[in-house]
């Protein structure tokens, strides 16, 4: 497989719900509402650790295998997302980067 980047992700994703004809159902509203439960079975994960249990998560390769798992859900549905409403995600978020530097500066000195 050659590198992979959010361009070709996207295209195998559509090519994925096309040949299903899922293409009706991926409106902005239904991808942001199955983006939002994909976060929250990722958060359901977490949901009763302590903070150093959830530091240690990756630790178990069951609950590592689940945690992969959802994040690649919820990666899924953002980038079917920002292909249905012809968001750069990359350029979004190195424009908010910018945004949340000029708004949370670094403090001066150590």
């Given at each position: 497989m050659t590198e992979l980047d959010v361009a070709r992700l996207q295209r195998?994703?559509?090519?994925?719900?096309?040949?299903?004809?899922?293409q009706p159902y991926h409106t902005p509203k239904n991808l942001a509402?199955?983006?939002?439960?994909?976060?929250s079975e990722l958060l359901e994960i977490f949901q009763w650790?302590?903070?150093?249990?959830?530091?240690?998560?990756?630790?178990?390769?069951?609950?590592?295998?689940?945690v992969t798992d959802e994040v690649a859900d919820v990666l899924a549905y953002l980038?079917?997302?920002c292909?249905?409403?012809?968001?750069?995600?990359?350029?979004?978020?190195d424009?908010?980067?910018?945004?949340?530097e000029r708004r949370f500066p670094a403090p001066d000195g150590p």
């Amino acid at each position: 497989m050659t590198e992979l980047d959010v361009a070709r992700l996207q295209r195998r994703l559509g090519e994925f719900a096309a040949v299903r004809n899922w293409q009706p159902y991926h409106t902005p509203k239904n991808l942001a509402a199955a983006l939002s439960v994909e976060a929250s079975e990722l958060l359901e994960i977490f949901q009763w650790l302590t903070p150093e249990e959830s530091a240690r998560v990756m630790d178990d390769p069951d609950t590592a295998h689940r945690v992969t798992d959802e994040v690649a859900d919820v990666l899924a549905y953002l980038l079917q997302l920002c292909a249905v409403l012809d968001v750069d995600p990359l350029a979004a978020l190195d424009a908010k980067i910018d945004r949340n530097e000029r708004r949370f500066p670094a403090p001066d000195g150590p």
